[in-house]
T-cell receptor, first 113, second 112 residues
């Protein structure tokens, strides 16, 4: 079974803090994604990575950066957290090739005070 | 720009009822459509994936249909159970794209 894990289930941070969210998958998937999920808005893509050190901006990359130094690990970084970044963050991975099933992690619920 | 809509946003049914969840999308040039389940505070679990050349997929009590020309998909749940209570999300992958576009989901409550 594919397993996607996220470093924290819940996080509380203060405005201006630098925040790291980590995602690890154990199935050698090439593609990894970071989404945020807000009520009524569904999932919105923040960043996508199709290989180590490769990244593409999604729909809402402002205020975020990512790092993929190893194939299994994809990190989302909030350089200076703001209250409007309070959200549920979901990581997903898929194998190489288009149209594959996405496997999701359990999510990190981030509260920025 | 592809938009995915799910109506209603929430639905409550008695146990045992057969039900249909609806998903519509604005651009018919899709590669595939996927239905996910999300339990409160959890990640998403893939239920069914329908390729653009397919009309339906079945898994147990679940059946998903796809009508590309009308921009619609339905998820049929037979003999609903309280354990089916969750949010169901529909997502489409456009042809030639790498981004999956998600609907906002339908929250389903099945009452015992």
């Amino acid at each position: 079974d594919v397993k996607v894990t996220q470093s924290s289930r819940y996080l509380v941070k203060r405005t201006g803090e630098k925040v790291f969210l980590e995602c690890v998958q154990d199935m050698d998937h090439e593609n990894m994604f970071w989404y945020r999920q807000d009520p009524g808005l569904g999932l919105r893509l923040i960043y996508f990575s199709y290989d180590v050190k490769m990244k593409e901006k999604g729909d809402i990359p402002e205020g975020y950066s990512v790092s993929r130094e190893k194939k299994e690990r994809f990190s989302l970084i909030l350089e200076s957290a703001s209250t409007n970044q309070t959200s549920m963050y979901l990581c997903a991975s898929t194998p190489f090739g288009t149209g594959k099933t996405q496997y999701f992690g359990p999510g990190t619920r981030l509260l920025v005070l | 720009k592809q938009e995915v809509t799910q109506i209603p946003a929430a639905l409550s049914v008695p146990e045992g009822e057969n039900l249909v969840l609806n998903c519509s999308f604005t651009d018919s040039a899709i590669y595939n459509l996927q239905w996910f389940r999300q339990d409160p505070g959890k990640g998403l679990t893939s239920l069914l994936l329908i390729q653009s050349s397919q009309r339906e997929q079945t898994s147990g009590r679940l059946n998903a249909s796809l009508d590309k020309s009308s921009g619609r998909s339905t998820l049929y749940i037979a003999a609903s159970q309280p354990g089916d209570s969750a949010t169901y999300l529909c997502a489409v992958l456009n042809t030639g794209g790498f981004k999956t576009i998600f609907g906002a989901g339908t929250r389903l409550f099945v009452k015992a």
